[in-house]
Nanobody, 117 residues
């Protein structure tokens, strides 16, 4: 499975941005897909995830501001971010759990989001 994240950029505080994660390869074996982020000098942290049937889970900071959607027809996952804050700045990564019978975690290359205050 190969993952390609895109959509990052510079946005003002209070603004919105939508990230995309395009999957290719053995996509039929993908179970959960998710987003993580890493701020400068910080550890990578969980943002949220979505199952194959669209069930979503979010980190506390993402609830009410971020929305994850998965378009299985387009093999793409989206992260819609609203009311962005300076502390949302970082590199955003997508990942996917895939494989049968055993699974492996795959990671995309990351896309940079910069929120100016």
């Amino acid at each position: 499975v190969q993952l390609q994240a895109s959509g990052g950029g510079l946005v003002q505080a209070g603004g919105s941005l939508r990230l995309s994660c395009s999957a290719s390869g053995n996509i039929d074996s993908i179970n959960i897909m998710g987003w993580y982020r890493q701020a400068p000098g910080e550890a990578r942290e969980y943002v949220g995830s979505v199952t194959g049937i669209g069930e979503t889970t979010y980190a506390e900071f993402a609830k009410g501001r971020f929305t994850i959607q998965r378009d299985t027809a387009e093999n793409t996952m989206y992260l819609q971010m609203t009311s962005l804050k300076a502390e949302d700045t970082g590199v955003y990564y997508c990942n996917a759990n895939a494989g049968r019978p055993s699974t492996t975690w795959y990671w995309g290359q990351g896309t940079l989001v910069t929120v100016s205050s």
